[in-house]
């Protein structure tokens, strides 16, 4: 799960464009959307995108992506399940 | 009100064209209650949506000249009068078309400013000045707002505005990806809703700086403000379009309890109307006068939206009457705010016009007619 | 009555000009549209990354002009931006994305010319009125017009006007653009009626009119950059504008 973890990682900084942050500074147990990050509910709903098209795994609902998004670890485990389901 | 022999801002004329259909036939089916809306899917997107009542209309060009006969424009005078073009994204056929299949734009580019004087060639507009107002969702508001300013402090004595937002697969998609429509049609501050509908819109409006006679509807005032808040969403508040409205009333010098009407911007999302419950309550207190929303019949039209939504108000002025706020009907918000599940008689001859938009933007017109 | 220019900005070819001076483009950026966060504040602001580059070139505009300011009357402080392309780049970016088979919510969040002053009036809590102008090129002139109709009218006590010129490099050919493109520039002007001492500072009027003839291509950049330039060297002076439909005479009287 680790490599992912850093994939994730880079994927985040890159997608949403956080040019001041470096893959270290985000703490993959920490929650992605709100303080920590400053990430938004747009950043969120472009991270549901990410999902999509790099994992092909969908996000069916809000109550889902508040787990989803918890943290980069819980958005790796949520990958790693659904990727095995398909 | 005394304005009868002072100078006013009068709307002279105006025309729309919506998902009902005309001027005419829009206030006629809102009356009856009529919904526009239809199913998805739009444009690939499995959501409700309201189209022109005459699909032929999303053109630019063809909206235009439909529009065109609804003002009298003939003795416009070239170098006092503005054109003032209001839309968030107006006729982005040419952008997507080009995507799509490599066509390249011909009567206009996708750009606000070719769409603005591609349309006001077809309107046949003698203006020396073409504004591009660009709000977000409150485009025709603040529109009116500047209109109305350029005539009180004498750098125009007409101004024509025209507004045009139509459905796209740029706006289905986007809305869609924002998780912002809803799936079976929008229900305007009731306890199920669950988000906006799309709609097709345009308006075409002549105001003009004159002594009003009786009949008349004026814009008595108009304010703007901005949350400062969030980039898509309301604030949660409502301070925002709460200080828009108190300054629209100021410049129209009337008290909350001159107001006998409030047309809500309405979007049937839950953030927008439980915020706009706010505003309506910090500006009235319990002494609420009838609210209704059109966007449960006629969707959202972004931009031009909100111009069309002035000229319905304007009508339902005349008429006296809130009309119903169809998809409404089980109080959704926190504030008893009266919204209209029929029609509703306003308490006196104003009426005020509330728009919002991405960005933070709050825009509010104020109109009366003169007794 | 005349208008005080309280602040300025500017991000030209050669370098980001403001209150401070003119700080030239560091090597390896090619101009404005290079604008990193460090260069126009000095706190992170994740959020600067993310924004379009229109979007980008206001923020950091007035960023530099607001840099160290207090704003008094927040509340009735206006935004008014004159964005010549509108959101034209962004737009393609977010059809691309579309066309691409994922719809980029973020993107169209920012594809609306208004998109532009969402971050600056949540960075600067600044609640006033806003007015954007998206008409080519008398956008910013007109964005001065009903910034001095806000000042007049007492509808706002202050106002950021922005100036934005900006199409993506990568664009600059596209059919789309259809001979609009430009190098991307952005100016800022904080304008006031409420003089506070502070120092010198410089006078602005300036009257509007329809021009004689429609559709003179000059862009206001130019005018633009006169101006800022004025207001740096803090002569007085006067510029014949006419850009596209308008016609404006801005004169600038140093304080006495």
Redesign the interface.
Known sequence: MEPLIDTLKRQIIEV??????KPEDIDADAPLIGAG???????S??LI?LL??EYGVTVPD?NTGRQVFASVRSLASYIEENRSKG | MTAALRTAVVLEDCGILSSLGTLEETVADLFEGASAIVPGPCFGVPVAHAPFKDVSWRSLGVAAEALAPCIDASDLDKDTTAFIFCAAKGDISPLEAYYESGIRPEAFMPLLSSQAHYAKKILNIAAGRTIVVSDACASGATGVEIGRDMLVSGRARSVVLLGFDGISRFVATGFHALSALSPAGARPFDSSRDGLTIGDGAALALLTYREPFAGDVVVAGAGSSNDANHRTGPSRTGDGLFRAAKAALADAALPPGDIGGVKCHGTATKYNDAMEAKAITSLFGEEYPPCFSVKGAIGHASGAGSLLEICVAAECLRRRLAPPSAGFETLGVDEPVPISAKPQILRTSSMLCLSAGFGGINAAVVLSEVQ | MSIRVESFAALLPQGIAGPLGLRPWDEGQAGPGDVRRDQVLDKPYPAFGKLMLADRLAFAAASVALAGRQIAHKDSTAITLGISAGSLSTDMRYMESVIAGFPSPAIFSATLPSSAIADIAIYYGLKGPNRVVAGNGASGLTALELAVSLLKTGKASAVLTLCVNAVETQDATSPLVGGTAAASNAFALLLSLQPDNSGTAMRLSASFSPAAKEGAPARDELYFTELIRLVREQKGGSIEAASCDVAVTLSLAKEE
């Open positions: 949403l464009k956080l040019s001041d942050l990050l400053g990430l938004d509910s747009i950043d709903l472009e995108v999509e098209k809000a």
